[in-house]
């Protein structure tokens, strides 16, 4: 038992921080970003180029992950999603938008980086093991604490800084902090950059452990929506919850449904399907938008 | 006077050009040979080791004068197609290899592509190398699709068997992926295995490919205490994640896998808990290694600026087209030429040293010569490179 929820704390911790810079981005433009997957894929590359071929530490290549994803959103809000939402105001012109950057980045990814499974090596060397009722790798419990830390300060930056506040302004009613003199276009990029940095970050930290593919971009993407879906899009508190609700339902199910081969993520889904059926809005969601 | 001498200067230099360029004007002919398989996606590595292969040898080829087929130089020419992994696409894409009326293709990768793309190749007259494991393809009336690599069913027993004799494995255990082939290769491997007398103690434990933590997945398998833990049709991808997760659990035990693997994969990815990792490869080692095959992986290095050992395996079948058609120039679009000379095509394997063939086989596993003979060469994995274990030959 200490296993499984070992197990589904570490999963939900990382599956939190990916899940957050979706929820950011859906609640300051209602925009979804089907990149958001190959931006988190986009990071981990950039660490493993830093590390593993530069040789360099491997905070300097987190830190070159959040930089480049970081201008990497900042550029697309810019020169992308902000003159398509000013010229069309059907949602799904943004929605096409998303999945061609997303078709973009794996082909750019493809060219960049190559086909292959890429990883850096172990940050932390060791086990710890507490009896064999808990295994867990110190990088894991090292990775896990970086995530756990990046949320905190996720929630500080939003809750206490002028641009945390600007942005859940926006994200409340977009009219009514423009008229409070909220620059929104300001904060619009400054939020889209920090959710791509978030990607990056978490690529960036899983990369040590993981490793990182080509194709990890579209299966990521999914699970951030469930996520969203589950804690309710465009809330942070949600996207929290619903990462760590996920991470923990996937660790019970491995262990509890395994003699019954691979249902996990199919009983995940159907538990999916019947909670929107009788709350479409999520668990913090609101019924309104 | 100045004026004469500089239009003779200029007339000779012309003509010294024109002679120079000569034989660039004189093109060989080109043979088209086609590639459909996954070059995109998480299965990207499987297609892009065997395009970058065919592209490979196809200029180097180009760049020495061409292939001599029947007493004319061909230049070869690659056309691929990216099928997705999706078995629709496949098909498409053999659909446009008949329309470019190539008559020759390496793929699909996987098992259900290779299924959808025979209506089209048998009724467009092409003959194509899947890197898929169903016997369907391979036995009769089936007669257009040649096994482009040994099916786990060849290497399995062979790699149980020595474990068995050299190691005294008798507890196994089989983790896939969630996918077809990797649960049809667990199928067949536990069936062996059984044959063989060996205990098996857990084959029902699959997994997502985009699994990123596999502690949960594998907890369940290392309980029931196997000797052996086979990595079922496991990817690259996968491969270094599921072996460091079984060693940070505490399983000592030998982990082995049935397909090929890339060695700079599970160096960053497992580091020296690859160690000890068993997989099938091709003429990789340095010690099987021929000449010819070391300036291919310089070559291929060069071109794409890293080689897949995966490539090991892959470089074959081409060399099988060429060759075969070389011996039988009018197999160039006669499938039923090329069928009839498979059954005693025989020549020297560039890629080897020693006396090793290149040649057809199949008969034991598919009552014909539907299969490339490539060496099973059984690779363990130490500190960073390939180790030979065993050789052997699939019939």
């Given at each position: 038992?200490e296993?499984?929820?070992?197990?589904?704390?570490?999963?939900?911790?990382q599956?939190?921080?990916?899940?957050?810079?979706?929820?950011?981005?859906?609640?300051?433009?209602?925009?979804?970003?089907?990149a958001?997957?190959?931006?988190?894929?986009?990071?981990?590359?950039?660490?493993?180029?830093?590390?593993a071929?530069?040789?360099?530490?491997?905070?300097?290549?987190?830190?070159?992950?959040?930089?480049?994803?970081?201008?990497?959103?900042?550029?697309?809000?810019v020169?992308?999603?902000?003159?398509?939402?000013?010229?069309?105001?059907?949602d799904?012109?943004?929605?096409?938008?998303?999945?061609?950057?997303?078709?973009?980045?794996?082909a750019?990814?493809l060219?960049?980086?190559?086909?292959?499974?890429?990883?850096?090596?172990?940050?932390?060397n060791?086990?710890?093991?507490?009896?064999?009722?808990?295994?867990?790798?110190?990088?894991r419990?090292?990775?896990?604490v970086?995530?756990?830390?990046?949320?905190?300060?996720?929630i500080?930056?939003?809750?206490?800084?002028?641009?945390?506040?600007?942005?859940?302004?926006?994200?409340?009613?977009?009219?009514?902090?423009q008229?409070?003199?909220?620059?929104?276009?300001?904060?619009s990029?400054?939020?889209?950059?920090?959710?791509?940095?978030?990607?990056?970050?978490?690529?960036?930290?899983?990369?040590t452990?993981?490793g990182?593919?080509?194709?990890?971009?579209?299966?990521?993407?999914?699970?951030a929506?469930?996520?969203?879906?589950?804690g309710?899009?465009?809330v942070?508190?949600?996207?929290?919850?619903?990462?760590f609700?996920?991470?923990?339902?996937?660790?019970v199910?491995?262990?509890?449904?395994?003699v019954?081969?691979?249902?996990t993520?199919?009983v995940?889904?159907?538990?999916?399907?019947?909670f929107l059926a009788?709350?479409?809005?999520g668990?913090?969601?609101?019924?309104?938008? | 006077?100045?004026r004469?001498?500089?239009?003779?200067?200029?007339?000779?230099?012309?003509?010294?050009?024109?002679?120079?360029?000569?034989?660039?004007?004189?093109?060989n002919?080109?043979?088209?040979?086609?590639f459909?398989?996954?070059t995109?996606?998480p299965?990207?590595?499987w297609?892009?080791?065997?395009?970058?292969?065919?592209?490979?040898?196809?200029?180097?080829?180009?760049?020495?004068?061409?292939?001599?087929?029947?007493?004319?130089?061909y230049?070869?020419?690659?056309?691929?197609?990216?099928?997705?992994?999706?078995?629709?696409?496949?098909?498409?894409?053999m659909?446009?290899?008949a329309?470019?009326?190539?008559?020759y293709?390496?793929?699909?990768?996987v098992?259900?592509?290779?299924?959808?793309?025979?209506?089209?190749?048998?009724?467009?007259?092409?003959?194509?190398?899947?890197?898929?494991?169903?016997?369907?393809?391979y036995?009769?009336?089936?007669?257009?699709?040649?096994?482009?690599?040994?099916?786990?069913y060849?290497s399995?027993?062979?790699?149980?068997?020595?474990?068995?004799?050299?190691n005294?494995?008798?507890k196994?255990a089989?983790?896939?992926a969630?996918?077809?082939?990797?649960?049809?290769?667990?199928?067949?491997g536990?069936?062996v295995?059984?044959?063989l007398?060996l205990?098996?103690?857990?084959?029902?434990?699959?997994?997502?490919?985009d699994?990123?933590?596999?502690?949960?997945?594998?907890?369940?398998?290392?309980?029931?205490?196997?000797?052996?833990l086979?990595?079922?049709?496991?990817?690259?991808?996968?491969a270094?994640?599921?072996?460091?997760s079984?060693?940070?659990l505490?399983?000592?035990?030998?982990?082995?896998?049935?397909t090929a693997?890339?060695?700079?994969v599970?160096?960053?990815?497992?580091?020296?808990l690859?160690?000890?990792?068993?997989?099938?490869?091709?003429?990789?080692?340095?010690?099987?290694?021929?000449?010819?095959?070391k300036e291919?992986v310089?070559?291929?290095?060069?071109m794409?600026g890293?080689?897949?050992?995966?490539?090991?395996?892959?470089?074959?079948?081409?060399?099988y087209?060429?060759?075969?058609?070389?011996?039988?120039?009018?197999?160039?679009?006669?499938?039923?030429?090329f069928?009839?000379?498979?059954?005693?095509?025989?020549?020297?394997?560039?890629y080897?040293?020693?006396?090793?063939?290149?040649?057809?086989?199949?008969?034991?596993?598919?009552?014909?010569?539907?299969?490339?003979?490539?060496?099973?060469?059984?690779?363990?994995?130490?500190?960073?490179?390939?180790?030979t274990?065993?050789?052997?030959?699939?019939?």
């Amino acid at each position: 038992m200490e296993q499984i929820l070992a197990n589904g704390l570490y999963l939900g911790a990382q599956y939190a921080l990916i899940a957050l810079g979706l929820t950011l981005i859906f609640s300051l433009m209602n925009v979804l970003n089907f990149a958001h997957g190959q931006m988190y894929v986009f990071g981990g590359f950039v660490t493993y180029t830093v590390v593993a071929q530069w040789g360099l530490p491997f905070v300097v290549g987190l830190v070159a992950s959040a930089l480049i994803l970081a201008v990497m959103g900042a550029l697309i809000e810019v020169f992308l999603f902000r003159p398509v939402i000013r010229k069309s105001k059907r949602d799904e012109s943004t929605m096409l938008l998303a999945a061609g950057i997303a078709f973009f980045l794996d082909a750019a990814i493809l060219l960049l980086f190559g086909e292959k499974q890429r990883g850096v090596p172990k940050i932390v060397n060791g086990v710890f093991n507490w009896d064999f009722r808990l295994i867990m790798p110190y990088d894991r419990i090292l990775i896990f604490v970086l995530a756990i830390a990046l949320i905190v300060g996720f929630i500080a930056l939003m809750q206490y800084s002028k641009t945390g506040r600007a942005m859940r302004a926006l994200a409340q009613d977009r009219m009514a902090a423009q008229l409070m003199g909220v620059d929104v276009d300001r904060y619009s990029m400054i939020g889209f950059a920090l959710g791509a940095m978030l990607a990056g970050l978490v690529g960036g930290l899983l990369v040590t452990i993981t490793g990182i593919n080509l194709g990890m971009g579209g299966p990521t993407s999914i699970k951030a929506f469930l996520m969203i879906m589950i804690g309710g899009a465009g809330v942070i508190s949600g996207a929290i919850a619903g990462g760590f609700i996920l991470g923990m339902m996937e660790s019970v199910g491995l262990t509890v449904l395994a003699v019954y081969g691979d249902i996990t993520y199919l009983v995940i889904f159907a538990s999916l399907m019947v909670f929107l059926a009788f709350r479409p809005q999520g668990l913090m969601g609101k019924p309104w938008g | 006077m100045r004026r004469r001498s500089f239009l003779k200067t200029t007339a000779l230099a012309t003509v010294a050009s024109f002679s120079l360029l000569g034989p660039a004007f004189a093109e060989n002919p080109v043979l088209k040979i086609g590639f459909v398989g996954v070059t995109s996606g998480p299965a990207a590595a499987w297609g892009t080791s065997n395009q970058r292969s065919m592209e490979a040898r196809a200029a180097w080829i180009n760049e020495t004068g061409g292939y001599d087929i029947g007493g004319t130089k061909y230049n070869v020419e690659i056309v691929s197609f990216d099928d997705q992994k999706d078995p629709k696409r496949a098909i498409a894409g053999m659909e446009q290899m008949a329309q470019a009326k190539i008559h020759y293709v390496v793929g699909p990768n996987v098992d259900d592509g290779a299924a959808a793309v025979r209506p089209v190749a048998e009724q467009n007259n092409i003959m194509y190398f899947p890197y898929a494991f169903p016997k369907e393809l391979y036995t009769a009336p089936a007669s257009n699709a040649i096994l482009g690599m040994v099916a786990n069913y060849q290497s399995g027993p062979a790699i149980y068997k020595h474990l068995m004799d050299n190691n005294g494995v008798k507890k196994v255990a089989f983790v896939a992926a969630n996918e077809s082939d990797p649960l049809t290769q667990r199928d067949s491997g536990a069936a062996v295995a059984r044959e063989l007398g060996l205990e098996v103690v857990s084959d029902s434990v699959t997994y997502q490919v985009d699994t990123t933590d596999f502690t949960p997945v594998l907890l369940p398998v290392l309980k029931t205490g196997p000797d052996l833990l086979v990595l079922s049709g496991v990817s690259p991808a996968n491969a270094p994640q599921l072996i460091r997760s079984a060693r940070e659990l505490g399983y000592t035990g030998l982990i082995s896998t049935e397909t090929a693997q890339d060695a700079a994969v599970l160096a960053e990815g497992a580091g020296e808990l690859a160690n000890g990792f068993i997989s099938v490869g091709g003429a990789s080692t340095p010690e099987l290694a021929s000449d010819m095959m070391k300036e291919f992986v310089a070559r291929y290095t060069k071109m794409f600026g890293e080689y897949n050992d995966e490539s090991n395996t892959k470089v074959y079948a081409l060399e099988y087209i060429l060759a075969t058609i070389a011996a039988n120039p009018a197999a160039m679009d006669n499938v039923d030429a090329f069928k009839t000379t498979m059954d005693t095509f025989e020549a020297p394997n560039p890629y080897m040293v020693g006396d090793a063939k290149l040649k057809y086989v199949g008969d034991s596993s598919f009552g014909q010569k539907r299969q490339i003979s490539v060496p099973l060469v059984v690779n363990v994995f130490k500190d960073g490179v390939f180790e030979t274990m065993f050789v052997a030959q699939v019939d």
